[in-house]
């Protein structure tokens, strides 16, 4: 079965083939086929990259006019052109979109249907960054792939399973029912880290109480229990919890009232600071990427120390609040381009709880790890890396899917 997997932002659209065999392989497989189109807004300086295992990577820009066009310019480097790996675009058997926000509805892959498009058309409203542009590659792919299922996998749908006291809001009960609740995000991302987490510790998901640590450009905690979210960092919108590259996490809410009584500030001009001003790039001045402020606090620069230190001290005290929502840890697990990448931010998160009995190993820790264990041997807690693969988990989703149906 070929799976093509569509990721589509507001300024880039990701793209990759899977062919899955029965059995389908627990760790992941590399696609046959990977591409990204990215632009800048309003549309214009459009690049396309294509690449199919074995040939030189096909590099474009495009003379395209609008979004849509673009993803299917992208789809069409399928099965023409050098990076082909198609006949005809029949090859492909299921199409599976990444839908960042799901709502209260979805808590599993969904077959898209004209009610599935409403309903996350109508989600607009909480995700007004992603859902338009996920439906946008919805049909541009239903034009295309005119008799194939398509399958919406959405990031919310993990985190359904959290309680209510963990998704209410202590506000009036009335915004609950207006669907102002937590509804936490990368849940693609903490689902797939948790189950290959069991797998590289070669224990039951169903017996572990696992941290999953998703830092990247965005960052979040979840808490997994037997395999399921029942707490996480994120809320109604991906700006709560921990501090990020350019967003802020949690913030005294006195905060925006006083913004916008004293300070004349406007919503829109309120959500440009707390998404792209604040964060290591708003305290540091000198970046949003982890690798610059590193770089830059080992030449002394003070305010990109401070934006180091006050992510880890973040990072410390919501890994505590998930700690403390599963009653106990048996795993840390980081993934995503920190998680991943950063030695220093895992030691330094990692050394807030040597009083639980966690114990880094310093040698496997520095040396590169990708989907090992980096605990000592004696550590009460195991701590492991894995390597994000949102794309491979879509796959995986959409091939159960369209099995079982
Ligand atoms: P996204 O959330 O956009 O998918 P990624 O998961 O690629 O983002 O993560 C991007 C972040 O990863 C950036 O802050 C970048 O600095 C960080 N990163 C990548 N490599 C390293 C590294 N070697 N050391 C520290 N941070 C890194």
């Known amino acids: 079965m070929r799976v093509l997997v569509l990721n589509a932002g507001s300024s880039s659209l990701k793209s990759s083939l899977y062919e899955l065999d029965e059995p389908v392989p627990q760790s992941p497989a ?26 030189p990577q096909l590099e474009k820009q495009p003379a395209i006019q609008s979004e849509r066009d673009a993803t299917g310019y992208l789809l069409q480097t399928l099965w023409d052109g050098p990076a082909r790996v198609l006949a005809n675009p029949a090859e492909v058997d299921v199409v599976g979109h990444r839908v960042v926000h799901g709502g209260a509805k979805y808590s599993e892959p969904t077959l898209v249907t004209t009610e599935v498009k409403e309903e996350i058309r109508r989600l607009s409203a909480f995700a007004p960054e992603h859902n338009p542009a996920e439906v946008d590659g919805i049909e541009t792919a239903e034009r295309i792939f005119k008799s194939q299922p398509q399958v919406a996998v959405f990031d919310t749908a993990f985190h359904q399973s959290m309680p209510m006291h963990t998704f209410i809001y202590p506000g009036p009960y009335a915004w609950y029912e207006r669907g102002i609740r937590r509804y936490g995000f990368h849940g693609i991302s903490h689902q797939y880290c948790a189950a290959r987490t069991a797998e590289i510790l070669n224990k039951d998901l169903e017996s572990l109480r696992i941290v999953t640590c998703h ?37 005294d809410p006195g905060i925006f009232i006083h913004l916008l009584r004293k300070e004349n500030y406007s919503a829109d001009r309120l959500e440009e600071v707390l998404n792209r001003e604040s964060g290591l790039l708003g305290v540091s001045g000198v970046s949003d990427d982890m690798r610059h402020i590193l770089a830059a606090a080992s030449k002394g620069n003070s305010r990109a120390r401070l934006a180091f230190d006050a992510f880890i001290h ?82 995986q989703a959409c091939w159960r899917l369209a099995r079982s149906a």
């Open 314 to 395: 973040r990072l410390r005290q919501y890994l505590g609040a998930m700690i403390a929502s599963l009653d106990g840890v048996d795993a840390l697990a980081f993934t995503a381009g920190i998680g991943e990448n950063s030695p220093e931010v895992r030691a330094e998160a990692c050394a807030g709880f040597e009083f639980l009995g966690l114990k880094l190993d310093g040698q496997k820790n520095a040396a590169s790890p990708v989907d090992c264990d980096i605990a000592s041997p004696d550590s009460a807690v195991r701590v492991v890396v894995v390597a994000a693969r949102e794309d491979w988990a879509i796959a």
């Open 30 to 55: 590399a696609p046959l086929w990977e591409g990204r189109v990215e632009w800048e807004e309003p549309f214009s300086n459009v690049r396309l990259r294509a690449k199919r295992h074995g040939y």
């Open 215 to 251: 830092l990247g450009h965005g960052c979040s905690l979840a808490a997994v229990q037997d395999g399921r979210s029942v707490d996480t960092t994120m809320g109604f919108t991906p700006l709560e919890g921990l501090m990020m590259g350019s967003r802020s996490g949690t913030i």
